[in-house]
Every structure is written in C-alpha cells, then in structure tokens.
C-alpha cells in the first residue's frame, strides 16, 4: 500500500508498504529517517518515540497506515540547521548522554514535557520520562538535562 | 532526504578541555540530533538483510538440514549452514569450542543453525522459519553441579575435563585455621543480562579484493577480525573491521554474534549484508552474566577479626565456554573481598552446562563475589554485635595489605574512608508529610498508604581488577598525528578503541590537548588499519589506551620539541621553556610537515596463577567502591523502593569528573537491577522472558537520587594516577540493596535478585 504522511514539515509518500509495517519501519527503512530507534519493538524503552499529530508515541507500535495523512515530528526536526533545540543542548550540556541510543526518544519525550509543563517537579519529571529506558546513565544526568531544559523554556516564555 | 550509509565519520573536539576537565563530548551533538550512526543505522544501496534461524531446544541431535523450503520464497537469495563455512567452523574468545552454525548437534537454546539473505527482513525472517531441521531432542543438563557429577552428559567430548571448564584453587595461610566465631551461609546469583539498548547489528560489504569491510558495534575490533578471519579462511588484511556506533555494551559486545553470518552471506551473494537482531533474538544473541552458587564460611575473633574465609563457588558457564575461565579466575582471586584475611580457601569452579552462554557482564564474576562476602559480612556484624560499617572498617584493605593470592597491594586502597564517607552521609528524610504515592513502594499502582512499608539502611563494598590479569598480553596501540591545517596546529588520534558510550573520544581528545597543547583534536574512526586496542572492558580503556595516547603524544611532542633549542613542553599553539616561556609558535616551527608516531603500549606485566595456590601477581590494579542504600520495602506485598544509593569511589584521578559520575550511577543502577529486578529466567534450558516486557530493567521511577563522591588518590604505576572506573559501582551496589532490604524485614535474603516472595514468605 502507499502511506502519505509529514515528517517534519515536509510531505513523504511511502510505496510498497507492508500492512504489518510500523511507523518505525518506514521511518527508518524506507524515507531514511533513522533518528529514532528500534530497541525492543514492543513499547517498552521509548527509544523511538515521535510525536504525531503533536502527542508523543513509540514509532513501533504505530501501524504505517495509522499514520496515513497525518504529521509526525522526530528527532530529526527538533533543531535547526545549525542549531539544536534547548532540549536537545541541555542533553549534551549535562552529560545526560553516554551511548545515546534512548536519546532520541527521551528528547521527544522531555520535549514534550517541558512545552506541556516547563515548572516541572522531579516527581513529575521521573513520571514523564517513565517510558524512556536507558542503560547508561542511571538518569540522574537526564534529569539534570530535563531541569536545564525546563529552565530555558520557561525563560523563554517570560 | 539525507540517508545514513556505511561512512564513519571523524569526530572534532575544539577548545579547552585536557585532563581532569569535564569537556562536552565529540558525539554529543550528533547524538541528540539523531545523525549518530549506529550499526543498526547502516544503510547501503542494494542491499540485502540477514537472519538467524536458531535452535528452538536446549539440547538436541540434528539429524538433518533442508533449506529447500527457505530457497522457494520470492525475494531470498541464499540459505546457508555449517556446509558453506569455508574455513574454521569454530570460534570462541578463549576456547574455539563453539560453532559458527550447528554442525550435527546444538547446545543451547537459541543456538544458530542457518542463515538467510534476502530482500528485507521480514522475508529473511519469514524464510528462515522456513528451514527444516529434523532434531532429536535430548535431556538438557541445566544444573551447574549436576553437571559435574559422574555419568553426566560430557556436552564437548573433544575437550579435556569433561563439564569442567575451569577451577581455581586459593590457598592462603593456614590450611585448617579456627575462630571463636564463626558465620556461613549459602548465596545464589541469578542470570543478569546487559541490555545493552542498541541490539547487535552490523553491515558486511564485499569488496573487489575477494575480502570484506564489516561495519560493527563492538567492544573489540581485533578479537573479531582473528575469529572472523579464521570462519572466512581469510589473511587478516582481506578483513577488515570498522566500528560502528554501539549502543551500549557492558560485556556482551565481547563475543562474535553476527560478524561471521554477515560476512558468509555478503561473500556468497557479493552485494553488502545487514543483520539487525530485534530485542528477543538479542537475548539469545549475547552471553550473559554467570548464575553462581557460593557456599561461604567465615571465622573470626571475638572482637570481629577475620581469621579465616572458606568458599566454594560455582559458576554456570552455558553450553560454550566464552570468558568463563576468566570469569572463575576473578570470582576465586577477588573471593575474599576488600578484606585483609589471613587464611583464605577458595575453590571456584566455571562449568559447561545446556543453560545459555554466559561470559562477560559488567564486574566479570567480582560482583557475584561480591554479594556473597558482603552478605557474610553482615552476618558476621549480626552475630558480633557491631555495627556492619564496623566490621567492615576493622578488616579492611589498605595499601600494603596482602591478597589471598599472596599479591602487596601496592597503591591506594581506601576501603575503610569509602565506607565511612558513605556512612557519614546525612540520611535522606523520613517519609512524612501528605501522601504521594510516588514516595511509597508500588508507587502510583495505589498498593499501600504507608501502611506495612519500613525503611532500612544497607552497605556495600567491593573491589574489581582493571584490565586483563593472569600475565595476559594486555597492549592498546595509538597513532597520533599531528600537523598544520587551515593555519592551526590539529592533532588527530587513531585507535581500534571502541567507544561504547563511556567516553573514551572524549578522554582522548583530552589526552592529546593536554600533551600537545592544541585546541583542536580530531579522533579518527576506530578500524583495524591501526594496531589492536585490546577490549572495551575491564574498566581498562582509560589505563591502556589512555596510555597509549599519552605515549604516542609524548612520541611526537619530542621530536617537535627537538627542533627547537631549549623546548620543554607544548602549551598554547606554541613551544615552551621549562619557565613556560614562548620559545616559538607551533604553526611556524610545524610548516608543512606532519609529525605521526605509533606507540604500542603495555601496563606492567602480571602473573599466571600457580595451579595449586593460585599465588600470582595477578591484577594490574585493583579498585574500590562503597555504597550505602536506603530501602522502603512494603513489607506486605514485598515491594521495594530504593530511596537512595550514594557512592564513593577512589577512581586515581577523575581524568573526566562529569564522566566519572555518570559510569558510577550508570554502573550502580545496574547493581540495582540485579538486586531487585533483572533475572533471566531459565526453565529446563529454556529461556522464558526474552523481551524488554518480561525482562525488566529499571526506569526513571525504580532508580533513586545517587548522590556520588569521588576520591583521588593516584596510583604511581598508572598514566596520569587513574583507577579503572567502570565496573567497581556494579559490585557493591547489589549487597547494599539487599542488606537494606533485610535490615528492613528481618528476612535472610540470600538470592540475587529479592523477589517479592522472598520478602513476604522469607
């Protein structure tokens, strides 16, 4: 089946699709997006969380043509050219990265949460980012990043 | 539309930042942009996926292959099995004892038995299914000691020994001491998998030589190429390695997973292989750590002096040796723990059984260890009355205390200040205030108000060897270059090192801007056209490659120094006096040329192990951490909170403060997942939770505030006074939990990981 969607800002079509295919897997196999991740295909280590149609999602769990007509954000989109996103910076700035593979995802997932709520208290940070797994870092620094983001978000606004 | 290929990029690293600064990472941005290729991430034109079909039963006769079936599927291109390995169909780290695929029996479940190429992956997986396997099954042996006894099944008729893979025997002092007091007990450690996040993955692409260029996540490049080589029946210079971004290792990169199968497949078809393992084939895809049984008996003084430590431990190595002999070489020389014990009996066995390969996993059987002596400790604090910081700082190690391998401990052993720093930690507050579920076992699943939960504190310490021991060959080797480019003197790097997330590109652009007193450094992807970097593992990259770097710096540094009359050092783009005068300008006295040296480089050397008293100078370095855990356990339900772990850690000197305290809570987390969470669960050989869904590993919510200290007490023999960082927070992370959860409950607690169960029925 063909699959239209946008990605970023830009619209994609996707041809010979597979039923069974997931976001995922068109993202990464078939329009060269590999930013997000594949790393348990089962929803349960958010590394290839993505917004559609503006809400966080894991990528696998969403069947291409679920995604039919509608918009997807990744990581990709986040920054600019020559420019990362606050959230994306805050993650470098603290260490909060080590092998990187959950960053993606918990980019999105902080991303959206320091728009959504940037006076975020720790519990409510740790309640947000329960759907990320790292096996890195034990979280502290992703957490450091997420205040850090949080912070220049909300200075932003002000 | 940008698409990532097979290219591995130099990574820049500008500015300031030498040793003992926290600079940004190299990668950083790449990372958190999602432009980081990963081996998943690689992507060729024309190319073809690869998968696996893997034993379904522990242990079975394979009576017969057809892939006929397989071949008919639209889209395949190749099917192959044990018949089409052109060279060695054996490979292994220490021991070649497992095959490449299953020749005419498998030994564990998940074993391979004939590889797919196709179009895309679900037809290779689909056609894979597809390959008849006519099997006789067998009886598996699953239980370590059984495997032992006589008239076992002997799983590898062709090596000596029968099950047995290893057993280390120390001897210690008085054969047949005495004690006034006297502790035992009996620990269990369950079978803990790295979940790594980034799955194995890899990309082999034939080239017009008749060889290969395999893309790969790994911990070792060379380790690689040697056994791919010997599969391919290939000169090493036909294959050549090249890394590719790894997401995470922790020791289960160490051994081959799908190297060979791309290679054979790309070879055959002549177009490029990738192989990506989802998260189930990857349980089966990598060793884990070692289940043990560690029966442990201690003797002490009325006044809490260990006179002696008796122990028999035994390890469950799987049905392919793997690392196992070094697993049972640390488990038995590191078996008495950071103590100054007098008499030491240690018998440690690594067995063959039909339970899954096991080998490397982050603290390489000193975290088993660990938890046993550290549960004797307590125990032995119960039964003298004092406190278990007490016993523990009576006895502990200090420089110029002797191992139980009769070893001097010849730099700093702090065991006694790491103890007392966690101790005198200010405790986290008492619970109190309104309810928040999120502050309570069981969290937001509304299990309890408070209501049956206690708190308890726990502590842990232990010690881990960095680096390779028992007089192994342990080398890195580091080119480094450096010359003039866009009017500005750069240095670049090149090491087979592989950077699996710890820093290492950071570390080295450190070295380098410390010794060559440049901005800009400039790491070159790791491949084997530069010499062996030996593993990433050991906590050893730091030491051995931090040592190689610093010497191929110091290598060119002399010769550009030797240009100039009165040069004593690099400092600031310029050449210096010993005063730190500016002699002259490191652009104009570089011009046009390009300063290179290669320096191969090797920590002192150690010693075999005696055979009969396992005397040795056995360990490079040793290394220390303590933690002190506080615990909420509902004591109802058995569920537990972990409310803090803090850390201390003597790391010789913090060549990267912000990287140092993240491997000390990344590496204490998974000392928490092996206290309460994470545990293969193995049934008759069979593996029952190979999913990120029944295999839990903890989240943001399970993992507690880590407050760390880090101590600095340089070891002279080391570059720059380092201490391997990696591993030491993974050992005493798990004994400081469940000391905490015992204080808690009362309960004996003698398995790893505590489930619920043994909280509420004991």
Sequence with gaps: MRVNLEINGEQHTADDVWPGESLLYVLRERLGLPGAKNACEQGECGSCTVYLDGTPVCACLVAAGQAEGRSVRTVEGLGGEDRLDPVQDAFVRTGAVQCGFCTPGLVIAAHDLVHRNPHASDAEIREALAGNLCRCTGYEKILDAVRLAASTVAGERA | ??????????????????????????????????????????????????????????????????????????????????????????????????????????????????????????????????????????????????????????????????????????????????????VSGEYTVGMQDQAFLGPESGMAVPAEDGGIDLYVATQWLHADQRQVCL????????????????????????????????????????????????????????????????????GATRDGELVYVQAEIILDGGAYASTTAAVTGNAATLGAGPYRVPNVHIDCTGVYTNNPPCGAMRGFGAVQACFAYESQMDKLAEALGI????????????????????QVVDSAAPVAELLERVRDRPLPPERGGPLDLRELPGGVSNTTHGEGVVRGVGYGVGVKNVGFSEGFDDYSTARVRLEVTAGEPVASVHTAAAEV??????????????????????????????????????????????????????AVREAVLARVPGAAGLAGAAVVSASGEVLADLVEVLGEDVVERTVEWRHRPTEALDPATGRAF?????????????????????????????????????????????????????????????????????????????????????????????????????????????????????????????????????????????????
């Design chain 2, 231 to 298: 599969a391919l029946g290939l000169a090493p210079d036909k294959v050549r390695l090249h890394l590719a971004g790894v997401g995470g290792a922790f020791g289960a990169r160490e051994d081959l997973s799908m190297q060979v199968h791309a290679s054979l497949l790309a070879l055959r078809t002549g177009k490029p292989v990738k192989i990506v393992y989802g998260r189930e084939e990857s349980f089966f895809g990598h060793v884990h750590r070692h289940p043990a049984v560690l029966r442990y008996e201690h």
């Design chain 2, 618 to 762: 056995a360990h490079v370095q040793y290394a220390f951490a303590a933690h002190r855990a506080v615990v909420d356990v509902d004591t109802e339900l058995g569920l537990v909170r972990v409310v803090e772990l803090a850390c201390a850690q003597d790391v010789g000197r913090a060549m990267n403060p912000d990287a140092v305290v993240g491997q000390i809570q990344g590496g204490s987390v998974q000392g928490l997942g092996l206290a309460v969470m994470e545990e293969i669960q193995v049934v008759d050989g069979v593996v029952r939770n190979a999913s990120f869904t029944d295999y839990l590993i903890p989240t943001v919510l399970d993992t507690p505030p880590m407050p760390v200290e880090v101590l600095e007490y340089a070891d002279p023999h080391a570059p720059y006074g380092l201490r391997g960082v990696g591993e030491p927070p993974t050992l005493s992370s798990t004994p400081a939990i469940v000391a905490a959860i015992r204080a808690a409950t009362g309960r004996a607690l003698t398995r790893a990981p505590v489930r619920p169960e043994h909280i509420v029925d004991g």
């Design chain 2, 387 to 406: 406190s278990p910081v007490e016993v523990r700082v009576r006895n502990a190690l200090e420089q110029g205390s002797v191992m139980p391998t009769g």
């Design chain 2, 501 to 554: 997330g710890q820093g290492l590109v950071t570390l080295q652009a450190q070295i380098a801007r410390t010794e060559l007193g440049v901005a800009r450094v400039v790491i070159l992807p790791a491949d084997t056209s530069v010499g062996s970097a030996g593993s990433t593992s050991a906590s050893r990259q730091s030491y051995v490659t931090g040592g190689a770097v610093r010497a191929a710096c110091e």
């Design chain 2, 1 to 182: 539309m940008s698409r990532t290929d097979t290219r591995t990029e130099s990574l820049t690293s500008t500015g300031t930042g030498g040793v003992g600064e926290s600079p940004l990472r190299p990668d950083g941005t790449l990372k958190v942009r999602g432009e980081f290729a990963y081996s998943s991430d690689l992507w060729h034109e024309d190319m073809l996926w690869g998968a696996t079909l893997r034993s379904p039963h522990p242990y079975a006769r394979i009576r017969s292959i057809d892939v006929g079936p397989a071949l008919t599927v639209p889209g395949v291109h190749v099917v192959l099995t044990h018949e089409d390995v052109p060279g060695e169909n054996r490979y292994g780290l220490e021991h070649a004892d497992q095959p490449v695929l299953a020749v005419d029996v498998v030994r564990y479940q998940g074993e391979p038995v004939a590889i797919v190429a196709a179009d895309d992956p679900e037809t290779a997986r689909r056609a894979a299914a597809r390959v008849r396997v006519d099997y006789e099954v067998l009886e598996p042996v699953t239980d370590a000691e059984a495997a032992l006894a006589d008239g076992a099944p002997v799983l590898h008729p062709d090596h000596p020994g029968g099950n047995l893979v290893r057993q280390v025997r120390i001897r210690f002092g008085d054969p047949a001491p005495t004690a006034p007091v006297v």
